[in-house]
């Protein structure tokens, strides 16, 4: 999930297949995990947290997936849909609390194909 | 609840001229959280506020630049004098305590400095 220069890393998926979308955190102290979907024009939209004292954890659709030893985050998207295409990212916190801020990934930029 | 509020949603100024972005929090929230998104550098906290006060300003670029909270509604970003390189998409987060990790955000205000 990070980014290189003024491109956000892509993929390209077709509809009705699975998505994996992954991202690497930096700060092993982090307690808190969220993936963020960002649409066009638009500001992020919370999909799925996950707490560090957990390795995975399921939504509607989405699943994801967490790898303290090597700090690795990942959300599945299972039977993408075009309404998915968006922005996606992955941030932490090192509290579970809303009153510390999220650090942020760089993102990466799902394209459904229909 | 009408989530986060941010005005205006678009601005194009001259580069000199003050700007002044705003926000009004979700209620019952007690922090907000200022963040900037350019292509080159994501999206970065520029500052945040609990219960009205400034805990942490460090992601502030310069002087130029200033944020208030008056009281637990309402919040603004102010930068005097505009350059071209603060050209960018500005966000207004809230978030609480008591509940998850998760902030929410507006839609937020897409700056353009000429």
């Known amino acids: 999930g990070e980014s290189v220069g003024l491109h956000l890393p892509t993929l390209s998926v077709q509809e009705g297949d699975n998505s994996i979308i992954n991202c690497a955190y930096s700060n092993s102290a982090s307690d808190y995990f969220i993936w963020y979907k960002q649409e066009s024009g638009k500001g992020p939209q919370f999909i799925i947290d996950i707490r560090s004292n957990m390795d995975k954890r399921q939504g509607q659709r989405v699943t994801v997936l967490l790898n303290k030893t090597v700090k690795h985050l990942s959300l599945q998207i299972a039977a993408t849909q075009p309404g998915d295409s968006a922005v996606y990212f992955c941030a932490e916190n090192p509290t579970s609390s809303g009153n510390t801020p999220l650090v942020f990934g760089k993102g990466t930029r799902l394209s459904v194909i229909a | 609840d009408a989530g986060v509020i941010q005005s205006p949603r678009h601005e194009v100024t001259e580069m000199g001229q003050e700007v002044t972005l705003r926000c009004k929090p979700i209620s019952g929230h007690n922090s907000l959280f200022w963040y900037r998104q350019t292509m080159m550098r994501g999206l970065e906290l520029l500052i945040y506020f609990n219960n009205n006060v400034p805990i942490d300003d460090s992601g502030m670029p310069e002087d130029r630049f200033s944020a208030k909270m008056p009281n637990a509604s309402f919040s603004t970003l102010k930068i005097q004098p505009s350059e071209p390189r603060d050209s960018a998409v500005y966000f207004c987060?809230?978030?609480?305590?008591?509940?998850?990790?998760?902030?929410?955000f507006g839609e937020g205000s897409r700056l353009t400095v000429l």
């Open positions: 987060a809230s978030g609480t305590g008591s509940g998850t990790g998760e902030l929410f």
